[in-house]
């Protein structure tokens, strides 16, 4: 199989070798090493184009191509760690899909909103509308992801109403504007493009956002509502 389209023959050394020198080794032969006696002098004939087998990749070219992939690779693996899924054997619908999420929330490609119903430690019935990008910057999700911890409403969430004791709390974050006071019901306003999300179930979630109620065995009712984010410039 040849080398893959558009590759170059610097790419394809990389690849193929650890280091420069192995790559000059790769290109000597028994017969340089019978003549010249001297595996260093060999090298530095392969080096200046004097001796070889294959392509001429100056040693300047491939360090920097070979740092320029580890660079990347290390930038692969620091997004990895960042993502608090990463790694974690998800069961339950809603935290595979809060993980299918994360990446998105965390760069701001989308912005969801969680809604979760159940019943918190107490065994008071809670609901709210969670900022899930917001919640990213501020908490450690591990622990929801683990299984360590449930996710659920905060009174300083977007929104959050205990149905026993019926305190109703609405907050604005850094990325929605809450509408409390619309006769329709709650609507969320994204500030980077000014979109109205509206949660109604009977209404259209709005433009560029979408609804997804979610089957899970770990809450009474949750829903995703997602926002493509479309900044004006």
Excluded: C
């Amino acid at each position: 199989m040849g080398p893959e389209e558009g590759s170059t023959p610097v790419d394809n050394v990389v690849t193929q070798f650890s280091t420069y020198e192995d790559f000059l080794d790769s290109q000597i032969t028994t017969v340089d090493l019978y003549y010249l006696e001297d595996e260093g002098l060999a090298r530095q004939l392969v080096e200046l184009g004097y001796r070889g087998t294959g392509e001429v990749v100056k040693r300047e070219d491939f360090e920097a191509r070979k740092a320029a992939i580890e660079t990347a690779r290390l930038a692969e693996r620091t997004q990895k760690k960042t993502l608090a899924s990463a790694g974690e054997d998800l069961q339950d619908n809603f935290l595979k899909a809060l993980a299918v999420r994360e990446g998105d929330n965390r760069s701001g490609k989308v912005s969801s909103v969680i809604f979760i119903r159940d019943r918190n430690s107490h065994g008071q019935e809670v609901s709210g509308y969670i900022d899930y990008a917001h919640r990213l910057k501020v908490e450690d999700f591990e622990v929801y992801f683990s299984g360590k911890k449930r996710l659920l409403p905060k009174p300083t969430d977007m929104s959050f109403y205990n149905w026993d004791s019926h305190v109703a709390v609405w907050n604005s974050t850094p990325n929605y504007q809450v509408i409390a006071d619309n006769p329709e019901g709650l609507l969320f306003k994204y500030k980077r493009d000014r979109k109205i999300l509206n949660v109604d179930p009977k209404a259209q979630p709005g433009d560029s956002s979408t609804r997804t109620p979610i089957r899970t065995d770990l809450y009474m009712q949750t829903v995703i509502f997602d926002h493509v984010s479309r900044r004006k410039t």
